[in-house]
């Protein structure tokens, strides 16, 4: 048999207390597995006012099963007196969950047991609405497989190799019996690991960084970490906030992947000991590894490909270089290729985020067509986002465009293939930089000496018809 004596307290209780002996004790329902579960009705004899506000009561039973994690609901009923005017009052109910498991040798021998306290709050119905259910611990999820606390723990941890299979396979087992999720922040605290990879990305919507983040991702998956991403819409005002929120959640790393308007601060973090890694651009301030595409390379491979298909006039379009190392070394080897090639070359450098002006492209694009029949002249753009906004207003001058003038785009994007005769690319293997900025980033958690190193991915040609030089 099973004893306890639960004391339920809330301020709505105080109108009740001076009724306490018109409270009644209801059957409980059994919320555990359905194979341990109290069986109604329990036995409740004694119920008193323990003091304004409260009501204690003392109950047996014989149905309680040695499952730890079972748990029963007890309905409380109290029938308020009429009202002076002769209504009757709504009989209301307070709700609360017992749990054995604190009898299985925390608490004293005797069965005494504290109940939850429960919320003022009632529905409509009248029944007042109990707090949510404890959460489960690593103390629990230990208990339940019947394992030590640290084994729970390197589970959770770097060690998790030197557990058994049947071992894992136990703690798995209990994990989901109980619903347990690690507390990441309560971790950090106790000076464990968070598994948290923070990224600071410049705009979200750029293709390059949806395939960026996208193979980052994947390599934080296959190394049971979690990759938080920010978007900074390149507002340095919210890439500093969001660099304030992910040092709260004690990221264990950071990918940077912005203008890096807020190099003060990234240095700060990087001397404090964050590891750090960049991404398609370097900021000389940072002494930490950048992973991007050998522009240089990138930049012969295009250039030499417009000389072979008879182009002797190349316009590049680029959002501006502010400063941008990878879009200024795309400018320089733009111009020592057309120098090398001996051909004519212009930049034209506009914004194109977070909307390109139209009116500005299509005046620029003019100037472009004109003469183009007799002067063999092709359109290569920085990057994917130029590459769009040049098909559109190419095709606001001409339903032909391609018959007119040569384009080529650097990064390969999936509608390429599918406009006109298709649209030549050069493209960067962008997953894999992804992949590799956070494997540069865990080597650096795991304590690699290394000094920073940038790590480069040559580009591919992807050769289509808007570049065949047949117009």
Same mark, same amino acid.
């Given at each position: 048999?099973?004893?306890?004596?639960?004391?339920?307290?809330?301020?709505?209780?105080?109108?009740?207390?001076?009724? &306490?002996?018109?409270?009644?004790?209801?059957?409980?329902?059994?919320?555990?597995?359905?194979?341990?579960?109290?069986?109604?009705?329990?036995?409740?004899?004694?119920?008193?006012?323990?003091?304004?506000?409260?009501?204690v009561f003392s109950c047996s039973t014989t149905g309680f099963q040695s499952?730890?994690?079972?748990?029963?609901?007890?309905?409380?009923?109290?029938?308020?007196?009429?009202?002076?005017?002769?209504?009757?009052?709504?009989?209301?109910?307070?709700?609360?969950?017992?749990?054995?498991?604190?009898?299985?040798?925390?608490?004293?021998?005797?069965?005494?047991?504290?109940?939850?306290?429960?919320?003022?709050?009632?529905?409509?119905?009248?029944?007042?609405?109990?707090?949510?259910?404890?959460?489960?611990?690593?103390?629990?999820?230990?208990?339940?497989?019947?394992?030590?606390?640290?084994?729970?723990?390197? @589970?959770?941890?770097?060690?998790?190799?030197?557990?058994?299979?049947?071992?894992?396979?136990?703690?798995?087992?209990?994990?989901?019996?109980?619903?347990?999720?690690?507390?990441?922040?309560? &971790?950090?605290?106790?000076?464990?690991?968070?598994?948290?990879?923070?990224?600071?990305?410049?705009?979200?919507?750029?293709?390059?960084?949806v395939a960026m983040v996208h193979g980052a991702e994947l390599a934080c998956?296959?190394?049971?970490?979690?990759?938080?991403?920010? *978007?900074?819409?390149?507002?340095?005002?919210?890439?500093?906030?969001?660099?304030?929120?992910?040092?709260?959640?004690?990221?264990?790393?950071?990918?940077?992947?912005?203008?890096?308007? *807020?190099?003060?601060?990234?240095?700060?973090?990087?001397?404090?000991?964050?590891?750090?890694?960049?991404?398609?651009?370097?900021?000389?301030?940072?002494?930490?590894?950048?992973?991007?595409?050998? *522009?240089?390379?990138?930049?012969?491979?295009?250039?030499?490909?417009?000389?072979?298909?008879?182009?002797?006039?190349?316009?590049?379009?680029?959002?501006?270089?502010?400063?941008?190392?990878?879009?200024?070394?795309?400018?320089?080897?733009?111009?020592?290729?057309?120098?090398?090639?001996?051909?004519?070359?212009?930049?034209?450098?506009?914004?194109?985020?977070?909307?390109?002006?139209?009116?500005?492209?299509?005046? @620029?694009?003019?100037?472009?067509?004109?003469?183009?029949?007799?002067?063999?002249?092709?359109?290569?753009?920085?990057?994917?986002?130029?590459?769009?906004?040049?098909?559109?207003?190419?095709?606001?001058?001409?339903?032909?465009?391609?018959?007119?003038?040569?384009?080529?785009?650097?990064?390969?994007?999936?509608?390429?293939?599918?406009?006109?005769?298709?649209?030549?690319?050069?493209?960067?293997?962008?997953?894999?930089?992804?992949?590799?900025?956070?494997?540069?980033?865990?080597?650096?958690?795991?304590?690699?000496?290394?000094?920073?190193?940038? @790590?480069?991915?040559?580009?591919?040609? *992807?050769?289509?018809?808007?570049?065949?030089?047949?117009?």
């Amino acid at each position: 048999m099973l004893r306890f004596t639960a004391c339920i307290s809330a301020p709505s209780m105080a109108a009740f207390a001076q009724h &306490s002996r018109s409270w009644s004790i209801g059957s409980t329902t059994g919320c555990g597995r359905a194979s341990s579960c109290i069986e109604p009705p329990i036995s409740c004899p004694a119920l008193r006012t323990a003091a304004p506000g409260a009501a204690v009561f003392s109950c047996s039973t014989t149905g309680f099963q040695s499952s730890p994690f079972d748990q029963a609901r007890v309905v409380l009923r109290h029938g308020l007196p009429p009202r002076s005017n002769g209504q009757t009052r709504p009989t209301a109910s307070l709700f609360f969950r017992i749990t054995p498991r604190h009898f299985l040798g925390t608490f004293p021998k005797n069965g005494l047991h504290r109940g939850e306290r429960m919320s003022s709050d009632h529905t409509c119905s009248g029944q007042s609405r109990p707090n949510r259910q404890r959460r489960p611990t690593i103390h629990d999820v230990a208990r339940d497989a019947g394992i030590s606390k640290t084994s729970v723990s390197r @589970y959770f941890g770097t060690e998790r190799a030197l557990l058994s299979e049947s071992m894992r396979t136990r703690i798995e087992a209990s994990i989901e019996r109980l619903g347990f999720r690690p507390d990441r922040i309560a &971790s950090s605290l106790r000076g464990r690991r968070t598994g948290l990879i923070g990224m600071l990305v410049a705009d979200m919507r750029n293709p390059y960084t949806v395939a960026m983040v996208h193979g980052a991702e994947l390599a934080c998956r296959e190394n049971r970490y979690s990759l938080v991403v920010c *978007n900074t819409d390149s507002d340095d005002a919210l890439e500093q906030r969001h660099l304030e929120v992910l040092q709260g959640y004690s990221i264990e790393g950071l990918i940077v992947h912005t203008p890096g308007h *807020n190099a003060t601060t990234l240095s700060e973090m990087l001397e404090a000991g964050l590891p750090m890694v960049q991404v398609d651009r370097r900021l000389e301030t940072l002494e930490c590894d950048m992973v991007g595409l050998d *522009n240089e390379q990138a930049m012969s491979l295009a250039i030499g490909h417009l000389a072979e298909q008879g182009y002797r006039e190349v316009f590049l379009i680029s959002e501006p270089a502010a400063a941008i190392s990878s879009r200024e070394a795309r400018l320089a080897a733009f111009q020592r290729e057309i120098s090398r090639h001996a051909l004519t070359g212009q930049v034209h450098q506009q914004a194109f985020t977070p909307e390109p002006d139209e009116a500005e492209l299509d005046h @620029y694009l003019a100037t472009c067509l004109a003469d183009a029949r007799h002067n063999r002249r092709a359109v290569l753009c920085a990057n994917g986002v130029v590459t769009l906004a040049v098909c559109q207003s190419l095709y606001r001058h001409s339903a032909t465009p391609f018959a007119h003038i040569g384009l080529m785009g650097i990064d390969e994007l999936d509608w390429c293939a599918l406009v006109g005769p298709g649209i030549t690319t050069i493209a960067q293997p962008v997953g894999e930089i992804g992949r590799l900025s956070f494997k540069r980033l865990l080597a650096h958690i795991e304590g690699e000496p290394t000094s920073a190193s940038d @790590y480069t991915f040559p580009a591919t040609l *992807n050769p289509r018809g808007s570049t065949s030089g047949t117009c």
